[in-house]
């Protein structure tokens, strides 16, 4: 699970559908977004923001892509548009994590 910028977004995987769900959060009511998921590699894992607090990186368990990147939407609050992926060298990867 992660916090979109500002803290005004949730970020749940969502293992066995393959997806992220998609939250909107506000006095600490969470709502689904109208687009409640995204795509995502086969079983993510770990969702997290990258240092820039510009990009979502999802971590997947299930083979190539290890890793999905999204950015966030400018014109829909919370939303996540996917912008890549990287691959992995190595299998089945368990936890990352992000450097400041």
Same mark, same amino acid.
């Given at each position: +699970?992660?916090?979109?910028?500002?803290?005004?977004?949730?970020?749940?995987? =969502?293992?066995?559908?393959?997806?992220? /769900? *998609?939250?909107?959060?506000?006095?600490?009511? #969470?709502?689904? &977004?109208?687009?409640?998921? %995204?795509?995502?590699?086969?079983?993510? %894992? /770990?969702? &997290? +923001?990258?240092? $820039?607090? @510009? =990009? &979502? #990186?999802?971590? =997947?368990?299930? !083979?190539?892509?290890? %890793? =999905? %990147?999204?950015?966030? @939407? @400018?014109?829909?609050? !919370? *939303? #996540?548009?996917?912008?890549?992926? &990287?691959? $992995?060298? !190595?299998?089945?990867?368990?936890? +990352? /994590?992000?450097?400041?």
């Amino acid at each position: +699970m992660s916090f979109g910028p500002s803290n005004e977004a949730v970020y749940v995987a =969502n293992r066995d559908k393959n997806t992220v /769900a *998609e939250f909107s959060f506000s006095a600490g009511t #969470l709502t689904a &977004l109208s687009t409640s998921t %995204i795509a995502t590699g086969s079983v993510p %894992i /770990a969702v &997290l +923001m990258d240092s $820039s607090s @510009s =990009n &979502l #990186l999802v971590l =997947n368990n299930g !083979g190539s892509p290890a %890793i =999905n %990147i999204y950015t966030f @939407s @400018s014109t829909t609050t !919370g *939303e #996540l548009v996917s912008t890549g992926s &990287l691959s $992995s060298t !190595g299998t089945d990867p368990v936890a +990352m /994590a992000v450097t400041h």
